[in-house]
């Protein structure tokens, strides 16, 4: 089992960058993928990014440009970079992990969730 805490989340001006942090404890092996998901008041689950422990990263389409995963083995902090924020930006940012073999940000492939960091962007 793996414990996850967000953190960095606040309120920011459209244009600003943000960078989150998702600090992670327990056990982890080499088939292990985190990822990074947001959902907005009446939308669905969405997967930003995704990264192995090969630090191999798999973004969707939508995310790429705007998001960037890393993460930090030694601190054990993952972390989401959002440039050119906008107020569509707005929602509850999670880290997720899980193992699986094709490290991908698909929401229903993650069974450990941490409890969320809100962001909101104003205009």
């Known amino acids: 089992q793996v414990q996850l805490v967000e953190s960095g989340g606040g309120s920011v001006q459209a244009g600003g960058s943000l960078t989150l942090s998702c600090a992670y404890s327990?056990?982890?092996?080499?088939?292990?993928?985190m990822g990074w998901f947001r959902q907005a008041p009446g939308a669905e689950r969405e997967g930003l990014a995704a990264?192995?422990?090969?630090?191999?990263?798999n973004y969707p389409d939508s995310s790429k440009g705007h998001f960037t995963i890393s993460k930090d083995n030694a601190k054990q902090i993952l972390y989401l970079q959002i440039i050119s924020l906008k107020p569509a930006d707005t929602a509850m940012y999670y880290c997720?992990?899980?193992?699986?073999?094709?490290?991908?940000?698909?929401?229903?492939?993650?069974?450990?969730w941490g409890h969320g960091t809100q962001v909101t962007v104003s205009s």
């Open positions: 997720a992990a899980d193992h699986m073999a094709q490290c991908i940000p698909g929401p229903g492939r993650f069974g450990n």
């Open positions: 327990g056990r982890t092996t080499s088939d292990y993928c």
């Open positions: 990264i192995d422990s090969d630090g191999r990263i």
